[in-house]
């Protein structure tokens, strides 16, 4: 059964870093395509990019390039490293796969402020 774990969300200042983890099990992350989505206060779930089994990555135009997807199939884990925070994403932030389209985790939350 799949099931997604996402962690490392947290209270940080404009400028900040922080890098999420999602811990997968039931199925290998190095088999499926992995996503990262976020949810503002009073906004809809937006994409924010994904991981293809091969290690290629995309991602949306919302992101400013300070987030960066990556993989450790060994430990079957996906991150999201986040740089440069603003304000704008605070947030729930989830993962996803393909193996499970329709299955969500329970989020881990962001919150950029001084």
């Not at 290998?28 to 779930?45: A, C, E, I, L, N």
């Not at 924010?48 to 400013?64: F, I, P, Q, W």
């Not at 993989?71 to 996906?78: C, E, H, S």
């Not at 740089?83 to 989830?94: K, R």
Request: aromatic content about 10%; some cysteine; hydrophobic content about 30%.
């Amino acid at each position: 059964q799949v099931h997604l774990v996402e962690s490392g969300g947290g209270l940080v200042q404009p400028g900040g870093s922080l890098r999420l983890a999602c811990a997968a099990s039931g199925f290998s992350v190095s088999d499926y395509v992995m996503m990262w989505f976020r949810q503002r206060p009073g906004k809809t779930r937006g994409w924010l990019g994904s991981s293809a089994s091969d290690g290629r990555t995309n991602y949306s135009g919302s992101v400013k390039g300070g987030f960066t997807i990556s993989r450790d199939n060994a430990k079957n884990t996906l991150y999201l490293q986040m740089d440069s925070l603003e304000p704008e994403d605070t947030g729930v932030y989830y993962c996803k796969t393909s193996a499970a389209i329709d299955y969500w985790g329970q989020g881990t939350q962001v919150i950029v402020s001084s």
